[in-house]
């Protein structure tokens, strides 16, 4: 499915993983409301600028709960 | 995530809907306002009809209903309509919070570790330990 619906995730686990320190949720957890949301869309839309169709393919695989290991 | 603490980059904002008439009208209200618009060929009023959001679930797989607007740096909006949430329990136990002048309503830490325990992925298993991890 390529149309952007987010199906349920294959039985295979697949994704991406992330790790956030202590300090980092702490330090966020000091911003308010809306620079939590104003550092999510600056990075969010850093993303995409630096966005090929290959890594928009790869962050669809990867949205979907598939993997991209070759 | 983002509002409730943990720092995690999302394309998309999730959205969680009383799937009632009178609720959805107001949605879609809103969702022509702002010119969003399903990224699957169907009618944007087609998420009213129970029917439709069976056969999306039980044919397609689907667990949220895409939304995207015409400018492409916009986020996606998705509408989760597969969730293991009673709606008007979680609404009950809902979190707000303020932005700028705007009162947010965010599912609650145990709600969000509930709608993301069993989707199989990755990065929802690394947020429930994330949410876990948060202070009260």
Redesign the interface.
């Known amino acids: 499915m390529n149309d952007g619906a987010r199906p349920a995730a294959a039985a295979a686990q697949g994704g991406f993983g992330y790790w956030v320190s202590e300090e980092q949720l702490a330090a966020f957890g000091r911003l308010s409301a809306l620079d939590r949301l104003r550092w999510l869309d600056e990075a969010r839309r850093f993303t995409l600028l630096a966005e090929t169709p290959a890594t928009r393919e790869r962050r669809a695989r990867l949205r979907r709960g598939e993997t991209i290991a070759l | 995530m983002?509002?409730l603490?943990?720092?995690?980059?999302?394309?998309?904002v999730d959205l969680v809907l009383a799937l009632d008439d009178a609720n959805l009208d107001g949605f879609l209200a809103v969702t022509r306002e702002l010119g969003l618009k399903p990224?699957?060929?169907v009618a944007i009023e087609s998420l009213k009809d129970p029917a439709a959001r069976r056969e999306?679930m039980e044919r397609?797989?689907?667990?949220?209903?895409?939304l995207?607007s015409a400018d492409?740096?916009a986020?996606?909006v998705?509408v989760l309509i597969?969730h293991p949430l009673d709606f008007e329990a979680a609404f009950a136990r809902r979190e707000r919070?303020?932005?700028?002048d705007i009162e947010?309503d965010v599912a609650s830490i145990a709600d969000m570790i509930a709608l993301k325990q069993e989707?199989?992925?990755?990065?929802?298993?690394?947020d429930v330990e994330?949410l876990r991890?948060?202070?009260p």
Request: no cysteine.
């Open positions: 983002n509002l603490g943990v720092p995690r980059l999302t394309m998309d990224s699957i060929p999306w397609r797989n689907m667990i949220a209903f895409p995207v492409p740096a986020p996606t998705d597969s919070r303020r932005v700028a947010v989707t199989g992925r990755r990065q929802d298993r690394d994330h991890r948060l202070k």
